[in-house]
């Protein structure tokens, strides 16, 4: 005896895990849906007229916020506009094949398309990476590059925000893995729904109450095309342990993924608890807690020969790197090093924060939003300690690292 | 049967499989079909397909494209030309 729909009566396909409630597939269809909407204008995540970019890896989350996005753009008319961005990490088998997804993507759902490939960032593809660094730490640094690379496209593409597809699983994940490593500083921002507002492009993430399991059926049933493979570095990854975690939590209990994530946004951290400060990288101008960010360190590790530098203790890493640094301004032979650095550096970093210091240059699309975070930048380094005394010199500096910048700008076509 | 999101690649990487079980006295249930799978048909890693006597949370099964959750799961009686899919969830993208 087929189980009933508990609204319609129809015959049930799905039990929902957050709710319970047995739906047939229109009424699934039609709460699935509502319920994103409701996340999307509860948060306000979107305003009139903004540019959205949405982080297209090709797989089953991101096909489908594609997909919604554009369906709740059209019915409830949010009058934004849609693009898709994708991060090549250089994965021979893995994202060479998923790439080929988002391309028909864009093709099916009618968006523009650009992809942005670790290789023009930083000069590295995964696969070199992993040959370097073993299959150790290679997520590390995988994660590290995607995150500011799904950024720098972003300003590239002079976009107002960046939607995610990480759904509600994912981030009962985040939550379950910054207990474990006492990442405070993570573990309070890892549930907020908006994050980057003071500093980065905002990054909204309209899935954040979605069970992944309803996200998979709903790309089912609808036969959505998405592409599902294991990376192929992947399998030595911490988050794999929490991700079996809190499947197995789930079906206990399928309510305890949105409980933790409950859990996650109700943590109050002591005042007590020393916060890391939020400044910006001083060679790349991206958002960091330390003088230099963890992607520039990875980054100069890899071009010296020294892999491991940004990986393990951060107070180890930033010894090193100011033996480097000291080691910079005494040894001239270092120098044609960290000329080719800069300039694998500069390629990137069109986008900068600090751009709309020399306002004049600074591409139009992105000179209001850049205007707003170098504000909230300035303030912020005046109230860090450590740059208390820097602003100006800073600022200089910053100055003539982006007409660099900006004059690659000017060359650039960004076509879609 | 059919295997999807990432499933697939646990059983020969081929998406779909006409499975012909064995004559048996008392009705084919999943909870029967499972071990038999193991044995038969996955190709790898058996950890990643069964946990117990139960698929590994995570995978999703569905029975004439119905949640199994809603046909009794382990206790679910298979008919002829039943159409059951295996999704797994735990693959990234």
Known sequence: MPIRCNVCNKSATLKRPKTGDALCKDCFYYAFEEEIHKTITDANLLTKGETVAIGASGGKDSTVLA????????????????????????????????????????????????IISYEELYGWTMDAIVKQIGLKNNCTFCGVFRRQALDRGALLLGVDKIATGHNADDIAETVIMNVLRGDIGRLRRCTAITTGT?????????????????????????????????????????????????????KIRPSAIIDIIHSGESLSV??????????????????????????????????????????????????????????????SGSLSDM??????????????????????????????????????????????ERHA??????????????????????QKVIDF | MYFSGGAELLFD????????????????????????????????????????????????????????????????SIQNKDKIVFISTLHGG
């Open chain 1, 67 to 114: 997909y919604i996005m554009k369906l709740l753009n059209d019915r409830y008319n949010y009058g934004v506009k849609l693009v898709l961005l994708s991060v090549d990490e250089g994965i021979t088998g893995y994202r060479d094949d998923s790439l080929e997804t988002v391309k028909r993507n864009q093709v099916q759902y009618d968006l523009p398309l650009k």
């Open chain 1, 198 to 250: 003071d500093g980065a492009l905002p990054r909204c993430k309209p899935f954040k109450y979605t069970y992944e399991k309803e996200i998979v059926m709903y790309a089912y049933f609808k036969n959505l095309d998405y592409f599902s493979t294991e990376c192929i570095y992947s399998p030595n990854a911490y988050r794999g342990f929490a991700r079996a975690y809190i499947k197995d939590v789930e």
């Open chain 1, 270 to 331: 002591k005042k007590e608890v020393r916060m890391p400060v939020q400044g910006v990288c001083e060679r790349c101008g991206y958002i960091s807690s330390n003088k230099v960010c963890k992607a520039c360190v990875m980054l100069e590790g890899l071009n010296k020969g020294l892999p491991r530098l940004g990986i393990g203790k951060t107070h180890k890493e930033r010894r090193k790197m100011e033996e480097m640094l000291s080691e910079r301004g005494s040894n």
């Open chain 1, 339 to 384: 000329a080719s650095l800069d300039s694998a550096l500069s390629t990137t970093d069109q986008g900068c924060d600090m751009s709309s210091f020399d306002s004049d240059q600074s591409l139009n699309s992105n000179a209001e939003s850049s205007c707003r975070h170098s504000i909230s930048d300035q303030s912020k380094c005046c109230n860090n």
């Open chain 1, 389 to 410: 005394s820097c602003c100006g010199d800073r600022n200089c500096v910053t100055i003539e690292k982006i007409t660099i910048f900006d004059k690659k700008v000017d």
């Open chain 2, 13 to 76: 990487k081929k998406k779909k499989h006409d499975v012909n079980l064995p004559a048996k006295e008392t009705p084919w249930t999943i909870k029967d079909l499972l071990p038999w799978m193991k044995d038969n048909m996955l190709k790898e890693r058996p950890e990643l397909f069964i946990q117990g006597e139960t698929v590994r949370p995570g995978i999703l099964v569905l029975i004439n494209d119905a949640d199994w959750e809603l046909m009794g799961e382990l206790d679910y």
